[in-house]
């Protein structure tokens, strides 16, 4: 029989999933704090949450090895069925001198490249048995959707591949249909990311998704992968699609940039940079910037010269091929979003009025 606390914890959960948030945050001296569409809201229905309250739940989910992490670091990060269906992310951490909690919900996915409406080129691209895909975007702008609807389309659709994921935790779950999908856990099921980019460039592996580039190794190692002509999808950081590429060369050993901006460049596949952004009328809107490796885009790489490429995106010839701004002039056209929203979204506001038509 569960605790009383325990179904407090689910409950909190289950109506956090159900009124459309993203996470909940409990704090002591505070009821639980709800995040949804990027901004945050007291649910005022339940009561503060005391240290009690949240050590005790805390031991309902942790296992030996997470209070180990949260003694020794101060902070755990896993990943947790609750109510028997909600998966979520949690990250228990001490502040204060306390402990909180924070917990973000994990939806699941079955959507494909054509469901989000994401470009067509990266469906054709990511068929492809060798290069590298980047997606791209800040905090809470949907990487992870996005990434799974692109394993989904391929476990689907195929063409066939052993597909391996290297995530710290693991959080969606994929079930093999066309594809065989392993996902290894970082620091349970492998060492660390190196040791599995290690053992995909010499294992018989087509595909390997990381959740994360997290040093210079990893990178060396990821370009040997792409080198002896496998395939890689990558999640990172930054706020456009220039951006991601230039966070890539960054973590790159100055000895070893000539080389690899060379295999970036032949390696490339495409860049994939998104945001959310508030609709009329609620929810959240996705937008995207798109660069294909086509054109002079692998020359501009090759030489160094990743500040052209940035222009370059305005004038592709290629059909998906899309800056930020054309994404939101679109948005602006349908009535989806404002204009003054659009704007403050934009690095080049007058373009996107330039674009409206």
Same mark, same amino acid.
């Given at each position: 029989?569960?605790?009383?606390?325990?179904?407090?914890?689910?409950?909190?959960?289950?109506?956090?999933?159900?009124?459309?948030?993203?996470?909940?945050?409990?704090?002591?001296?505070?009821?639980?704090?709800?995040?949804?569409?990027?901004?945050?809201?007291?649910?005022?229905?339940?009561?503060?949450?005391?240290?009690?309250?949240?050590?005790?739940?805390?031991?309902?989910?942790?296992?030996?090895?997470?209070?180990?992490?949260?003694?020794?670091?101060?902070?755990?990060?896993?990943?947790?069925?609750?109510?028997?269906?909600?998966?979520?992310?949690?990250?228990?951490?001490?502040?204060?001198?306390?402990?909180?909690?924070?917990?973000?919900?994990?939806?699941?996915?079955?959507?494909?490249?054509?469901?989000?409406?994401?470009?067509?080129?990266?469906?054709?691209?990511?068929?492809?048995?060798?290069?590298?895909?980047?997606?791209?975007?800040?905090?809470?702008?949907?990487?992870?959707?996005?990434?799974?609807?692109?394993?989904?389309?391929?476990?689907?659709?195929?063409?066939?591949?052993?597909?391996?994921?290297?995530?710290?935790?693991?959080?969606?779950?994929?079930?093999?249909?066309?594809?065989?999908?392993?996902?290894?856990?970082?620091?349970?099921?492998?060492?660390?990311?190196? %040791?599995? #980019?290690?053992?995909?460039?010499? &294992?018989?592996?087509?595909? =390997?998704?990381?959740?994360?580039?997290?040093? *210079? $190794? !990893?990178?060396?190692?990821?370009?040997?992968?792409?080198?002896?002509?496998?395939?890689?999808?990558?999640?990172?950081?930054?706020?456009?699609?220039?951006?991601?590429?230039?966070?890539?060369?960054?973590?790159?050993?100055?000895?070893?940039?000539?080389?690899?901006?060379?295999?970036?460049?032949?390696?490339?596949?495409?860049?994939?940079? %998104?945001? #959310?952004?508030?609709?009329?009328? &609620?929810?959240?809107?996705? =937008?995207?910037?798109?660069?294909?490796?086509? *054109? $002079? !885009?692998?020359?501009?790489?090759?030489?160094?010269?990743?500040?052209?490429?940035?222009?370059?995106?305005?004038?592709?010839?290629?059909?998906?091929?899309?800056?930020?701004?054309?994404?939101?002039?679109?948005?602006?056209?349908?009535?989806?979003?404002?204009?003054?929203?659009?704007?403050?979204?934009?690095?080049?506001?007058?373009?996107?009025?330039?674009?409206?038509?």
């Amino acid at each position: 029989m569960l605790s009383t606390d325990t179904i407090l914890l689910n409950h909190i959960l289950t109506a956090v999933a159900k009124d459309g948030g993203s996470g909940v945050h409990f704090t002591v001296g505070s009821p639980p704090v709800m995040r949804k569409e990027g901004s945050l809201f007291v649910m005022d229905n339940e009561a503060a949450m005391t240290s009690e309250w949240i050590e005790t739940i805390m031991s309902s989910f942790l296992l030996e090895e997470d209070r180990l992490a949260l003694e020794k670091e101060g902070e755990a990060v896993l990943v947790r069925t609750f109510n028997k269906v909600l998966r979520f992310r949690a990250h228990a951490y001490r502040q204060k001198g306390v402990y909180s909690l924070a917990f973000r919900y994990i939806p699941q996915c079955a959507d494909t490249i054509s469901d989000l409406l994401l470009p067509p080129y990266l469906d054709r691209v990511s068929r492809e048995k060798t290069g590298l895909t980047i997606v791209s975007g800040i905090h809470d702008s949907g990487k992870s959707t996005t990434t799974t609807a692109i394993i989904n389309t391929l476990n689907k659709n195929g063409p066939s591949r052993y597909i391996m994921t290297l995530e710290s935790p693991i959080e969606r779950l994929f079930a093999s249909n066309v594809c065989i999908i392993e996902q290894r856990e970082v620091g349970k099921d492998v060492a660390s990311y190196n %040791q599995g #980019l290690q053992l995909a460039v010499t &294992g018989d592996i087509d595909m =390997v998704f990381l959740d994360q580039i997290t040093d *210079e $190794l !990893v990178v060396t190692r990821l370009l040997e992968l792409l080198e002896v002509g496998k395939s890689a999808l990558v999640v990172m950081n930054a706020s456009s699609a220039v951006g991601a590429l230039v966070n890539f060369l960054s973590r790159v050993p100055s000895y070893e940039t000539v080389r690899a901006r060379r295999i970036l460049s032949e390696s490339l596949l495409s860049v994939l940079s %998104q945001k #959310l952004i508030h609709k009329i009328g &609620g929810g959240r809107a996705l =937008v995207y910037e798109f660069l294909p490796n086509t *054109e $002079l !885009v692998p020359h501009m790489i090759s030489a160094g010269n990743l500040d052209q490429v940035r222009s370059m995106l305005y004038n592709l010839k290629v059909d998906d091929a899309a800056p930020f701004e054309r994404g939101l002039a679109r948005l602006v056209e349908s009535g989806e979003i404002r204009l003054d929203e659009a704007l403050s979204e934009a690095e080049h506001p007058e373009m996107v009025k330039q674009m409206i038509r």
